[in-house]
């Protein structure tokens, strides 16, 4: 099943199809290990929702919801 990153529950892990962003915040999400074919687990998501922690390539990156619409994930 394919969703958002923002769209998982803490816990769940998947793999990364694509970012639909473009520009420069595709590019910034790339750099940080963000890329197709990378496994990712939503570790923590703050009270309000902003920001989600997830867990990639073996450390801890926390995004803006805004960031993790753009991560479609396929579920594991």
Partial sequence: METTLKEMRIGNSGVVI???SKGPM???LMEM???PG????VVK???LGDPIEVTLRGYELSLRKNE????KVKLA
């Fill in 18 to 20: 694509g970012i639909g």
């Fill in 26 to 28: 595709k590019r910034r």
């Fill in 33 to 35: 290990g963000v890329t």
């Fill in 38 to 41: 990378a496994t990712i687990k």
């Fill in 45 to 47: 998501v703050a009270p």
């Fill in 68 to 71: 993790a619409e753009q991560i």
